[in-house]
Every structure is written in structure tokens, then in C-alpha cells.
């Protein structure tokens, strides 16, 4: 997600206040016993979407048609809060397996759809979120009882809370996180290859160019700004940074970029650009960090890659080009106004926009590298942007076909190129560099 100049005036959509969390509705009277209400809650604006010709197409193509269907169904069998827990939070963590599992090509395709694809995960999650909103319990259950669960669904359908890195001495251990597809509202078909590379590397082992073997575990995120704001990110990366047998070697957060390469961005800047995202939410203003998480005082307005970005440009890892990429954006010391800096921020500056912009893809950059810098300072790690996944010429329209062999071919090369992007990384890291004093 490179930086996007707000344009609100050509979006042509309405601003709605993001909910991404709040399935807080009370139970209504008159609510058949475990079904939805008849008056239930209106759904978020994500969920609005899931009503389109593209996104039930990619369900049904998938085989993950099912899934709030039969999701809905459980919800109305428990009894209890505590079951509606444990069956939430079980059915979140199977969603996710299942489509890492489609994606590495272990059990059924479910549909004709190619298995490398991040989209049926993203719709099948909304379709599971709309019901547990609508959802009304034979049994008392508070506002923040039902939020727990929609965190609960979230979390573990994302692979957030089933990260598990190997103990041991001889084996690297990486995180990797993407996103979900964005910019919905211009074309509901779009997929996003950073969360594709998530689905296809989680739980695998990659060979590092000195013969180690490294251990990949992934996470996707939402592309809403306030659940940044409420520390998604943090809670999911922090007990993999900080000190211990399973700790983290080396990390990278992953989102798409600029057409036709990658970068490798050099730095990332404290501010939010205020551009839409999935929730049609808006925010401006400096990064804000969440209460009670490791940060560094006073806040500082820039972080910085501690990926060997040298390294990578060098390896030639694949059919795209790949960019150090150091511009930013600051208002200097003294200044008024933003200024353009090719080769990076001058002292004393103020962030407009890092290497990876003014989006969400520069605020996970900042965030990871900065809870890096509170945590473990020697800890490799920093942000990789991928190219831009566009459709095949004759197929840009947004009415037109979900998928077709260009697409799927860039995406795949895409996701082959990080894999190996990573494995180069990963060559600088591990047991012998662990250097950080253990508390």
C-alpha cells in the first residue's frame, strides 16, 4: 500500500465511522433462541460489499461458500458464553488453516479458483463476522462479551494468535505479515499479493544461502485504521520480539506498492495521510501509540530498516526488480511545509510520509520497527513492498472476470520472489547473531 494522495472528491462514496470491533448490540426481544434477530445490526461496510456479484463468485469458486452458513449454524447450537467462545474461536483458527492449507495445496481446491488465492479468506471472514453480528443468544450476553468473540474471530482467522515459532539453536526464526485486498469500493475483484505470500509461507521452512533452515510464521491484517490504533499490531508481534527461546531472528511486514518492482523501504514516518480504507474511515495526524505496549520516549517521528536492503537489491531473486528505496516526506526543522527528500529525512525533521507513504502500509512499518527499537534493538527487520497485482490486458474493468492467467501468474511470481527475498534476509540472521543480552 504505497502512498495514495487523498482525493476524496473523486471517491464519490460517503465516509462512514469504521466498526471493525463492535458487535455490541444488545439481544433483542422477541429474538428467536440462538437465530438472528429480525431487527439484527447493520452490518459494518465491509461487509456491505459481500453482497456483490465479485465477492460471492470468489466464495463460491473457492468452495468458501460454506462457511458462514455453516458458521451461523454452530453459533445457534451453543448454550452457553463459554461454549460460543471456544466455538468461535476454534471455527476463526480453522478459517485461516483452511486457507493456508488451500493455498499450499493440501485438501480439496473446493472450486476452480486458483489455490494461491487470498481473496476467499478475506470474503469467507466477512461473511462469519456478519453473522456473529446478527447473531442473538438463547442466553445473556453483554456488549463486551459479544466484542470479545468478534476479537476472538478476528485474531484467530487472521493467524494472529497461532503464530509458533520452533525452539531450538540451529533453526532461524522469521515472522512475515500482509494485508487484506483494498481500495474495494473502485473494484471488489482485487486481491492483495502480500497476503497471498502469508497463506503460501506460513508454517513453511526455507534454505538460507549458509545451509540453516528457517522457520516462516505469518499473520494477515486488516487495512482499517483504527484497528492500528487499538494495537492489532503490537498485540500480535510482541511476544514473538521480546526475549526467549522462541524469539523472533528476523521479521518483515509486507504490503503492495508500486508497479512493476519492489522496495525495500529504508524509512517510515509517524504520520497518518487520512486516506480511506476499507471502512471508508479517515484518520490524519501522528501514528498514535496504544497505552500499556514497549515504545520509545519521546516518540520519535522517524524508524528505520534493520533488513539487509543491500543484500536483497543484490541477490536477484526473481523476474521484478527490487528497490532500496530510501525517499521520504518531512516538513524540515524550521520549515512550514512538506518537502520531497530523495535520499532520506534531515535532522530534526517532521514525517509527512515514509518510504511506504502516508497508508497503512507505512504505519505496520513504523510500528513493528519501533516496537523493535523498544524491545530488541538488534532485531533484523523492516518493510517489503510488492508490486502492484493487476489484471490481464482486456480484463480492467471491475465488472469483469474475477480472475485470469496473467493475474494469477504475477501473483504467483510474486509470492515465489518474496519467498526468496526472505530466505535472503534470513541468511544474515539466526542463531549466531542473537546478540542481544538475555534480561
Known sequence: ??????????????????????????????????????????????????????????????????????????????????????????????????????????????????????????????????????????????????????????????????????????????????????????????????????????????????????????????????????????????????????QADLFTTISQGRPGHFDVERTNGAWRGGYPDNARDERTGTVPIPAGVPTVRPQPQWTTTSLPYGRIVEAGTGPYPVVDHTAVTEIPAGGTGPVDRPGGPTPGSTARAGGGGDYLSNEIAYRATLLRDAVRPTLPGGHLHTPVLEFGPGNTDPDGQITDPDFVRNRVAITGQVRKIVAVAASEAGPESRQDPVP
Not at 458458521?71 to 485461516?96: N, S
Open 1 to 246: 500500500m504505497k502512498r495514495i494522495r487523498t482525493r476524496l472528491g473523486a471517491l464519490g462514496v460517503a465516509l462512514t465511522a469504521a466498526v471493525p470491533l463492535s458487535l455490541t448490540a444488545p439481544a433483542t426481544a422477541g429474538a428467536a433462541p440462538g437465530g438472528p434477530a429480525a431487527d439484527a445490526p447493520a452490518g459494518t461496510v465491509e461487509e456491505g460489499r459481500l453482497a456483490q456479484a465479485a465477492p460471492q463468485e470468489i466464495l463460491r469458486r473457492s468452495g468458501f461458500d460454506v462457511w458462514e452458513r455453516e458458521f451461523t449454524g454452530g453459533l445457534a447450537r451453543t448454550a452457553t458464553y463459554r461454549e460460543a467462545k471456544r466455538y468461535v474461536a476454534r471455527e476463526g483458527g480453522a478459517l485461516w488453516r483452511r486457507a493456508v492449507d488451500r493455498a499450499q495445496g493440501r485438501g480439496p481446491a473446493g472450486g476452480d479458483l486458483s489455490r494461491d488465492d487470498d481473496r476467499p479468506l478475506y470474503w469467507a471472514r466477512l461473511g462469519m463476522t456478519k453473522a456473529l453480528r446478527a447473531w442473538q443468544p438463547g442466553f445473556e450476553m453483554t456488549g463486551e462479551q459479544r466484542s470479545a468473540l468478534a476479537d476472538a474471530l478476528e485474531r484467530g482467522s487472521r493467524g494472529q494468535d497461532s503464530i509458533a515459532l520452533p525452539a531450538g539453536k540451529r533453526v532461524v526464526r522469521i515472522v512475515v505479515t500482509g494485508f487484506d485486498p483494498f481500495q474495494l469500493d473502485d473494484d471488489a475483484r482485487r486481491s492483495n499479493p502480500s497476503g497471498a505470500a502469508a497463506l503460501a509461507l506460513d508454517g513453511t521452512t526455507v534454505r538460507t544461502a549458509s545451509g540453516r533452515s528457517a522457520r516462516i510464521e505469518t499473520a494477515v491484517f486488516p487495512v482499517r485504521w483504527a484497528d492500528f490504533a487499538d494495537g492489532t499490531v503490537e498485540r500480535t508481534l510482541l511476544p514473538h520480539f521480546r526475549h526467549g527461546p522462541r
